[in-house]
């Protein structure tokens, strides 16, 4: 299982790019900067959180528009 969720400066939620069972090996995901009710968001740093079985990873990204 694998999560992986864009969140805003303030922690909301923005996007979920993946929710599900990915098989081993590499992958690419692309954000195209719009949230979950396909709405473009502003400029800003966001937050990544990739959650595996047991492990969570959060990486800061900035969005420039």
Known sequence: MVKLTIYNGRGQKVKDLANGILLRGHHQLVWDGRD???REVGSGIFLLKLETAG???TRK???MK
Do not use: E
């Open 36 to 38: 979950n009710n396909s």
């Open 55 to 57: 492990q969570s990873y």
């Open 61 to 63: 990204m900035i969005l």
